[in-house]
């Protein structure tokens, strides 16, 4: 057996070898491979089996689809077949649109306090969980449980205490915008942190522990372990979470729907306003306008992809970029 | 002895710091609390005070949950078997078939493989809001708008994830053993089954938690497929007791509530090792 594998290792070794003399890149590639034809090969031939059921699927539910929606958001369409070449009309209306901006400033306002909230929260938890400490693992599980529930069941839940709250005061949770951003604020903290607060533990659990141990041997002060020893190794897990709440805040949908629904809406010149609808609310919302709207709903759509796909190139750089410091 | 060292292990400190998470872990059930005790309720009573526990005039037992199965004009065991084996299926396919694409793409290295591993890199940043009203239109022409159909849409939505994960792993395993299965005749079909997909056990239970909580809890992408007069799964059944808030009986929504997250609460405890590892592990996507 050994011996095979050593024959194999040569066998590769010598064809990579001669393949870096002379043979076109594009065969080379496809030739070494790093596995060798033994198994390459049988399996090239079991690709239907393999590959094709994933594949049609996938070119069904995304690539199709995602096409086809670049397609429509330069049109006016009642239903796709129907779809008239209208250029950027659709894009010119959004740059008019009240509701379209309320509900961007709704969202990076809402992203920013709860990146800031839950971070800092979920830290303080991971942190105090990870001492000694008695009955820790029963605490983490707690925390976690909200995490498992559906956003439309966690909305109907919160607008019941919510309601139930403002009651006292003789009034209810659709009547302000006010009430309804924070009463999401709370209601995504709840279900957010202990998910974070799981990332956070797996990084403190991974400081090393000489570290923690020479600064105590050099007398630092708690705070001072904090900042200088402990928050500087947990950096990517900082990184992770801060990028993990960011893009859960911009695609925010099931909790929003269920909790507000965008009430209360006021009227501004001519246009509806859902004063607290998030960005995917207001796409979802303005197809359902008039199919006058349809068009504008897949323009707004590609913006909000645009958005979410610049959101996690500048995660991957910034990762990529913590990984290599280390 | 034990017991001694158990006293010596735990300082003051630490027993206050219990002390207070405690107090803050019962703030944090509180919102399940009040589901379940105004599931108990009467509908007057909850509407005069939602916080009351319930007493002896308010308590009704488990009427409301009598009231629940039937309401909102659509038995709630129906929806939920449809959540059920939406969910169940999907995740079956997910796994099955995107570990075998994930085993062709890392073993194979086609030129084809790789483009199609890219797509899926890609597809995990596209928010379903991009694609919600063609795929929606998609569907429905080929016929895949039924809960026996809506595990292919699941599946081909789903799949980048999945692939990305069970990538990552393959990368990892050693060739050898599939080598050494391959020279004692076992074709490709064999090998995946009988050496590979064993060893992806760790992958395959991370995965499959994560993509069953994401078909199971999912709204909006069965609400918009499925012809919602005659299928819908729990979320969808819950919102539509939502949309006529006010003049509802909300004891009988509570217990609703109740038996929708009954289940999920206890699986999650009896399985909480798993269901924390698989989500932390997903934690990767965008």
Not at chain 2, 53 to 73: H, I, K, M
Not at chain 2, 181 to 204: E, Q, S, Y
Request: net charge positive; glycine share 8%.
């Amino acid at each position: 057996m050994h011996d095979l594998t050593g024959r194999l290792l040569y066998c590769t070794a010598n064809t990579e070898k001669i393949e870096s003399e002379g043979t076109p890149l594009s065969k080379k590639a496809a030739m070494i491979g790093a596995n060798g034809n033994l198994i390459r090969k049988p399996i090239q031939r079991w690709a239907p089996l393999f590959i094709l059921p994933v594949f049609l699927s996938f070119c069904i539910g995304f690539v199709w689809p995602f096409i086809h929606g670049i397609y429509l958001s330069f049109c006016n369409f009642n239903v796709p077949a129907d779809a008239k070449w209208v250029g950027f009309e659709n894009y010119a209306k959004i740059w008019t649109d009240a509701g379209f901006w309320n509900a961007f400033k709704n969202t990076a306002c809402f992203a920013v306090v709860t990146i800031v909230l839950i971070n800092v929260l979920a830290f303080t938890i991971a942190y105090a969980l990870t001492q000694k400490m008695r009955g820790s693992n029963l605490f983490r599980t707690v925390f976690f449980m909200p995490n498992l529930i559906g956003g439309v069941v966690l909305g109907y839940i919160w607008s019941m205490i919510f309601d139930g709250i403002l009651k006292q005061y003789a009034t209810y949770l659709t009547a302000n915008a006010t009430y309804g951003f924070w009463g999401l604020v709370v209601l995504v903290s709840w279900q957010q942190i202990g998910y974070m607060m799981i990332i956070y533990i797996a990084g403190l659990q991974a400081v090393p522990e000489d570290m923690l141990e020479a600064a105590k041997i050099d007398g630092a002060s708690g705070s001072q372990t904090l900042f200088k020893v402990i928050i500087p190794n947990v950096m990517p897990s900082i990184t992770t979470c801060t990028f993990l709440t960011l893009t859960n805040g911009f695609k925010l949908f099931d909790q929003n729907l269920a909790l507000t629904g965008g009430m209360p809406s006021i009227m501004e010149g001519a246009t509806k306003v859902n004063t607290t609808e998030l960005l995917a609310l207001n796409i979802y919302s303005t197809y359902n306008i008039s199919k006058n709207y349809h068009g504008v709903a897949q323009a707004k759509a590609v913006i909000f992809f645009i958005l979410v796909a610049i959101l996690a190139i500048a995660q991957q750089t910034a990762t990529s970029s913590k990984e290599v410091q280390q | 002895m034990a017991k001694d060292n158990k006293i010596k292990k735990y300082s003051t400190g630490s027993t206050i710091l219990t002390a207070v998470f405690v107090v803050i872990c019962l703030v944090w059930v509180m919102p399940i609390f009040e589901v379940v005790t105004n599931s108990l309720k009467s509908n007057n009573y909850i509407n005069l005070d939602v916080f009351a526990l319930p007493n002896a005039e308010s308590f009704v037992g488990f009427a409301n949950y009598l009231t629940g199965l039937t309401f909102g004009n659509y038995p709630f065991l129906k929806s939920a078997g449809y959540s059920v084996f939406i969910s169940v299926v999907s995740t079956f396919l997910i796994l099955l078939c995107c570990s075998m694409a994930a085993w062709y793409i890392v073993r194979v290295q086609s030129k084809f493989a790789q483009f199609f591993y890219y797509l899926c890199l890609f597809s995990m940043i596209v928010p379903f809001q991009m694609v919600m009203f063609t795929l929606t239109n998609t569907a429905g022409s080929l016929y895949l708008n039924t809960p026996w159909t809506i595990p292919v849409i699941y599946l081909g939505f789903g799949a980048g994830l999945a692939i990305f994960m069970f990538v990552g792993f393959v990368k990892g395993l050693p060739l050898e053993i599939e080598e050494a299965a391959a020279i004692d005749g076992c074709g490709p079909v064999r090998t995946f089954f009988n050496v590979v997909l064993p060893m992806l056990k760790p992958t395959l239970i991370s995965v499959g938690i994560l993509e069953l909580m994401w078909v199971w809890n999912d709204y909006l992408l069965p609400y918009l497929v499925l012809d919602i007069t005659e299928y819908r799964t729990i979320p969808i059944h819950v919102q539509y007791l939502k949309g006529s808030y006010g003049t509802v009986d909300l004891g009988a929504t509570m217990a609703v509530i109740m038996m929708a997250i009954l289940p999920i609460i206890i699986v999650y405890l009896f399985c909480q090792k798993y269901i924390i590892k698989g989500v932390a592990a997903g934690a990767v996507k965008g």
